[in-house]
């Protein structure tokens, strides 16, 4: 088990950028998939990206070409930059350590509004 700490949302206008970082508290390295998942208002929760520990990487088709995930084994971080944010963005985005039976961060909030 690791614990998940996940930073870097906030309000941000459409057509924008930000980055959201995850820090485990343990290693990385020996869990398969590290992810980012979000969940909207009145919707499920949904995979947005994962890599693998070798760095292959799965992303919903909506944000394919806008997102990317990327990790750290040597730091314990896992990354997801986002760019041209847009409003159906907006959700709580989690952090995932070993698919949806593993650890969960407590998520972060990201807008998109102007």
């Known amino acids: 088990q690791v614990q998940l700490v996940e930073s870097g949302g906030g309000l941000v206008q459409p057509g924008g950028s930000l980055r959201l970082s995850c820090a485990a508290s343990g290693a990385i390295v020996g869990i398969y998939y590290m992810g980012w998942y979000r969940k909207a208002p009145g919707k499920q929760r949904e995979l947005v990206a994962r890599i693998s520990r070798n760095g292959f990487t799965d992303y919903l088709d909506s944000v394919k070409g806008r997102f990317t995930i990327s990790r750290d084994n040597a730091k314990n971080t896992v990354n997801l930059q986002i760019k041209i944010l847009k409003p159906e963005d907006t959700a709580v985005y989690y952090c995932?350590?070993?698919?949806?039976?593993?650890?969960w961060g407590q998520g972060t909030q990201v807008t998109g509004s102007s």
């Open positions: 995932n350590a070993g698919g949806p039976d593993g650890d």
